[in-house]
Every structure is written in C-alpha cells, then in structure tokens.
C-alpha cells in the first residue's frame, strides 16, 4: 500500500465523524445489524464533476485493509465507503487540475505501484491454481505418516503449598471422598479449582517434568501420593489415557491451503528469476578475505 496521503487521512478521519458513537461501535457489535442490498457493479452510485462512481469502485474499497470498519453494519458501511469514494474522487481532480501526475516523482511512484499491484494480482491468481482439494489432500496424508503417535492423560490434580496438608488430601480422597469436591474446597490452583481441579487432556511436554512423570506412570482412577514441584504439592487422579488423535483433514484444511498458496508463490518467483536476464550493476558485496593462518580447502 502506499503511504497514505493527507487527503486519505482526512478521508478516515471524515468516516469516522460520519457516524455518531462509531468508535463505541468498533467495539461493539450491534445487537441486530441492517443487511445490505448488494450493488450491481454497473451502477451508479454518485457522481464527482460528472465522473461516475459505481458498484465496482466501492467493491475495490472495501478490500482494502486500511477501510476495515469492525463493528459497522453493511447497510452503514457502504455510505461510509461512497463518502470516502466522493472525497477520493474530489482530491484526485484537484491533483490532476494542479499537474500533481505530470511530476517525475509522482510518475515513478506510480509505475512502482503498477508492477507490485500486478504482481500482487498475479501470485494469487496463479497460486490459487495450487490450493486445489487434490493437492491438499496429499498434503494431508503425507503429513499424517510423518505423524509420531502421542500418549495423552486426562487428570484432575489438587495443589496445596505444603507436604502435610498434601498427605491428608490423599487420604480423604483414597479413603472414598469425591475428588472434584475436595479439589474445589482446598486446591491452590484458580485455573482449574472451579472445574474440580480438571486439567483435560495433555501430552507429556505440556506439564513440568515431575508431574507429567507422575501422571503418565498411573492408570486411569488411580490417585498419585503427593508429588512436590516448582507449584507448589500436587495430589494427582488420572481419569482417562489415549493415543492422541490426528486432526482431520478438515481442520487443517485452511493451514495447508495457505502453505500451498505460500510455496506456489515462491516457487513462481524462483522459476520467474530463472528464466529472466537479470543484470545488477550495483556494487557486489566484496567476499570476506580468508585468515593467513587458514589453509585453503583443496
């Protein structure tokens, strides 16, 4: 993008006056928000000095990230859009009327914009060619072979600061009280105190070392005895063990659309690069000399 202009600072300036409380509106939702016909990229929306602007110019505003209205209705945002459009349009001819074009900066400028614009266009049109369900599909199943099976524990626990009180924790618990109740009465732990001291499920890596050691040694209903860590003193019930399942192909799909999409690109570029005749004629970086002392590879 470029770097904005006054003209475009006091566009979002002006769109953000246009609606009363649309800061408050950024934040928050509103509760039933107006739908908003959609615009036929041929008509007319409004008229600059007898120049049209029309559906398809408003839709080209509203990919733009820097016009993001979060929290704005469709209805509102698109009046938002065509005052901003009207205020480009007025800047533009005072520009133009003034011969702000004809400089050879702004002509550079421009011609930059151009190519990266293009380019822009290209990478995605063509790297959409790769995110295609196929592809994807291998993606997926090459990962899951390369998938490691991971051991999971679901566990309550119980933390408490010192090793007495720990001991007669256990010992209510083996002795027949529920756990969740006495976890939600003594435990230390605000994380998982309100939830009868449920930790869910984790992998070994997840927790520090002396308890995950703990835990993943139990069967599930066995209670641990107490083990001390950097926390504090821990009374540990496993619920639950399993083979940690792989994600499906489902919610990985997008994550491995963009990874096609990132590696199509690169390789464009790369391929592009190749084939072109390129000649830099700015000064290479000199090579570092090698050390007296250091002898030369053969």
């Known amino acids: 993008m470029p770097k904005p202009t006054p003209l475009w600072r006091a566009s979002a300036v002006a769109i953000a006056l246009a609606v009363p409380g649309l800061a408050a509106a950024e934040t928050k939702a509103p509760e039933t928000p107006a739908a908003a016909a959609p615009v036929a990229p041929d008509t007319v929306v409004a008229k600059v000095n007898g120049q049209p602007i029309t559906g398809a110019d408003i839709a080209v505003a509203a990919d733009d990230p820097a016009l993001s209205l979060p929290g704005v209705d469709e209805a509102q945002k698109k009046g938002l859009l ?3 459009m009207v205020d480009l349009k007025v800047g533009a001819q005072a520009a133009e009327a003034a011969k702000v074009g004809e400089t050879p900066d702004f002509k550079r400028k421009l011609a930059y914009f151009r190519d990266k ?9 063509e ?3 790769a995110a295609t369900p196929e592809a994807a599909k291998a ?4 990962s899951a072979k390369l998938m ?3 051991e999971e524990v679901h566990a309550r626990h119980i933390l408490v600061d010192n090793e007495g009180e720990a001991k007669k924790i256990a010992a209510r618990i083996k002795g027949g009280e529920d756990f969740a109740k006495v976890a939600a009465e003594t435990s230390k732990d605000p994380g998982s105190k309100a939830e009868g001291g449920d930790l869910g499920w984790f992998t070994k ?4 070392k002396e308890f995950a050691d703990a835990a993943f040694k139990m069967q599930p209903g066995q209670v641990s005895d107490p083990i001390k860590t950097q926390f504090g003193w821990h009374v540990i019930k496993v619920e639950e063990k399993r083979v940690k399942p792989l994600p499906t192909f489902e919610e990985l799909r997008e994550q491995i659309d963009q990874h096609l ?7 464009l570029i790369l391929k592009l690069r190749s084939e072109a005749k390129i000649e830099r004629t700015d000064a290479a970086p000199a090579p570092d000399a090698p050390a007296a002392d250091t002898p030369k590879k053969p």
């Open 139 to 142: 993606v997926y199943d090459q």
């Open 148 to 150: 490691k099976p991971e």
């Open 205 to 208: 890596e997840r927790m520090v």
């Open 82 to 84: 065509v005052d901003y």
């Open 127 to 129: 790297a959409k060619k």
């Open 117 to 125: 614009l293009l380019l822009d266009e290209y990478l995605e049109r």
């Open 261 to 267: 999409i990132r590696k199509a690109q690169q390789d």
